[in-house]
């Protein structure tokens, strides 16, 4: 939650690639597609035109001798290539996007009908009901119980960010609300999702692994070492390792992002330690303090956690794993992978720095499905 709150007040973090990016624009002309609209507004794009000016769907565009093509026809045309361009996974996160919103939508429109209100006001309502506006005495307070990463993240006072955080803490407050809303409404009306995740097949052997050797559930994640998201989502990852322990088996391979100065020498050095057996002392050092990922300040690290200085500098310096690095990025981008942290559990994929309700969620359905079965291991190394 502190980290959240942090990246609202600070509203940075760039974590998208520009394969990301594209994504992004898909989406947004497959939802104006089907909306019918004309314009639409993406992010880091001012307002585009999507479909063109015309908006009468039984509008002739073209004519070719007696047959007409009406602009339903061309609509339709194009969104089928947009369907075929899409990877399975982000068309599964579309589906099921849509699918939460219609559910949602549903439930409320029901419940709000029974209280004799819009679906708004009956949100709006229910989350007053619950508490009032967080005050500036609920800033400060949260401000002084967090000053310290708070001032070293932000460098400023409470004075320059109060507006910033009472509105995270509000946003966040409301969001919390809305969700208990909503878990109450499913409880009260069963839901069952049929959508099938896809999987996909992610080559991890030789890599990094801890946790259960034969785990029924593989956790493979595409990180960063510079990356903040990366950093914020090594919570949820301790949580369900001491949750789950030898229920799962966490993989790491390397997505160095280009935006990170540091983040190819970072892997650089992960790899060179792993040479020595000291691979996740040097994971936790290098998420710990990632103001320090220049080269100086890694063969100082590896000094520090007690690695042979000379092989570690040698191994560094002759750049011996760029090739196999390079591997895992090129595996990642196939896979569709355009954000670190990207995670799949077996083969299913979450992204980026999810609470660790999100990995519970998948890791809980992946062993119910299993029934304990062993899943025989991937990796070969730790």
Known sequence: MQGELINLVQQSGERITSAGR?????????????????????????????????????????????????????????????????DATKLYEWRKDAIDDMVDNYLLEQAAKKAGMNPDEFVRHEISAKGGAVTEADARKYYDQHKAQIQAQTNRPFDQIKPQLIAALQKQQDTQRREQLMAKLKADEPVKILLV????????????????????????????????????????????????????????????????????????????????????????????????????????????????????????????????????????????????????????????????ERFEEVIDEELAQQKGAPKPSEATSN
């Open 197 to 356: 995740q896809p999987r996909v097949k992610v080559e991890s052997a030789g890599h990094p692994w801890t946790g259960g050797k034969d785990a029924p559930v593989t956790i493979v994640e595409f990180s960063d070492f510079q990356c903040p998201f990366c950093r914020a989502a090594e919570a949820s990852v301790k949580t369900i390792k001491e949750k789950y322990g030898d229920k799962i088996r966490l993989v790491y391979l390397d997505f160095p992002l280009g935006m990170h100065a540091h983040a190819m020498d970072a892997a650089r050095a992960g790899r060179c330690a792993g040479e020595q057996g000291k691979f996740w002392e040097f994971h936790d050092a290098m998420f710990a303090n990632q103001s320090k990922l220049a080269p100086a300040d890694l063969k100082a690290q590896a000094k520090q956690l007690g690695l042979d200085t000379k092989a570690f500098d040698t191994c560094f310096d002759a750049n011996k794993y760029d090739v196999p690095i390079h591997k895992d990025m090129s595996q990642g981008t196939s896979l569709g992978v355009t954000a670190t942290p990207t995670f799949f559990i077996n083969g299913r994929e979450v992204l980026g720095a999810q609470p660790p």
């Open 22 to 86: 594209v994504a992004i624009w898909l989406a947004a002309m497959f939802l104006a597609i089907v909306a019918g609209a004309g314009t639409i507004t993406v992010p880091g794009r001012s307002v585009v035109t999507a479909l063109g000016a015309v908006s009468n769907p039984d509008a002739v565009l073209a004519t070719v001798g007696d047959r007409q093509i009406t602009q339903r026809e061309v609509d339709q045309e194009i969104l089928q290539r947009i369907l075929r361009s899409v």
